[in-house]
């Protein structure tokens, strides 16, 4: 019993170590006043499997539509993020100019997503998230051509902004389309990380601790039974 507990506990915490709390961006700045342009999302990276994942949904008024067309980021240190195809459709792709994307006022950046992997003009809009819509990138992340494993957080993704830029972000997401054939750019804000202490379990590692704490009960029982 002793070692079959072990086993759950040790399976648990290496769950909680591996998950992390996906992090929500916090709007900055845009590029021009007009036409609006808005965007919610999160960044997370799970150790275990070494992956970054990007959430974005475009926010922006219905009226003026808008399309999403593509996002831009940077690293602080050694770890290469490389875009994994979610099969979103429409012609996502890694950033053909990268590292070095230029993106406007925010300057350059390393890697990223955009329809036909050029963040300013590439592809077709049509094919980019309109209000409303969303959907999920997902990155490997490497250093020095192996898995980063637990050496990288995603604060080492959101604490570098675009390099030459006049507007500060470390992370910027590009829009175009709109009804009035405006575009714009618009940035998010650096944000601190939980410590892993505030890091709440998965829901999957809850369930295992509702399992094992049942497990007294369960061994009483059974020990009621045995004939005297």
Not at 34 to 40: E, I, N
Not at 68 to 90: E, H, I, Q, R, W
Not at 193 to 217: E, F, M, N, R
């Amino acid at each position: 019993m002793k070692t079959y507990c072990a086993a759950i506990c040790a399976a648990v915490l290496g769950a909680s170590l591996a998950y992390a709390q996906p992090v929500p961006f916090e709007l900055g700045e845009s590029a021009n006043a007009t036409p609006p342009a808005a965007f919610s999302g999160t960044m997370s990276y799970d150790s275990a499997l070494s992956r970054l994942t990007v959430f974005l949904q475009n926010d922006s008024p219905l009226d003026n539509l808008g399309s999403l067309t593509g996002f831009v980021f940077n690293s602080d240190g050694d770890a290469v993020a490389t875009y994994s195809d979610p099969d979103l459709g429409g012609g996502f792709q890694a950033l053909t100019d990268g590292p070095g994307a230029n993106a406007g006022a925010f300057g350059q950046y390393e890697y990223g997503a955009a329809l036909g992997g050029d963040f300013m003009s590439g592809g077709d809009p049509d094919n980019g998230f309109f209000p409303l819509e969303s959907g999920n990138f997902f990155f490997n992340v490497t250093i020095n051509g192996s898995a980063a494993g637990d050496a990288v957080k995603v604060e080492d993704f959101l604490s570098q902004n675009g390099v030459n830029g006049t507007i500060n972000a470390p992370l910027a997401v590009r829009f175009r389309a709109f009804a009035d054939d405006g575009d714009n750019i618009v940035g998010v804000k650096a944000k601190e990380v939980p410590p892993p202490s505030a890091i709440p379990l998965p829901a999957a590692a809850w369930s295992a601790l509702s399992g094992l704490a049942l497990l007294p009960i369960f061994r009483k029982r059974m020990t009621r039974r045995r004939p005297a």
